[in-house]
């Protein structure tokens, strides 16, 4: 498990916002049931999107046998074994998304390193000294909290 660095607190009623760019990333929707697991030692609270006792490639709730964290149904290790009704698994393209979940910009950006992205905040804030924070987010084309922790490392 890897830290996104992004925090998030918690409400009067104890509840928290998953950030929209891990809900998109993971393909979490709304309304899609979540398992919750502690380690009490480690102290750590993990979420996994919850896929119920259902074949993980037909739906079926027969014949079910656990694999590598997932059930299948009888039906398909067969069809697995013998080749058959077989395709390649891709991944949900962003074409996929509803209106409201769609990214704005459409063209993938640039993967750029921490340092690359520290020298051009350091360039904006001079070239820009009273813009907010959320507007250097805009226009470095990066989150808010992603701007927070750059500038905590200048």
Known sequence: MKSTGMTRPLDSLGRI???KEMRISMDYKMGDPVEIFADEETGILALRKY????????????????FR??????????DLKNGTNSSPIT???KSTFSNRERPLKQSKRLR????QMIESLKELMQKQPNAAQHE???????????????????
């Open 17 to 19: 916002v998953i950030p």
């Open 51 to 66: 896929t119920g006792v259902t074949c993980k490639m037909c739906g079926s709730a027969e014949q079910l046998t656990y």
């Open 91 to 93: 991944r949900p393209s």
């Open 112 to 115: 750029r390193s921490t340092q």
């Open 69 to 78: 964290d997932s059930f299948i149904c009888g039906e398909c290790i067969r």
């Open 136 to 154: 250097y987010a805009k226009i470095l084309e990066v989150s808010q909290a992603r701007i927070s922790q750059l500038k905590k490392m200048l």
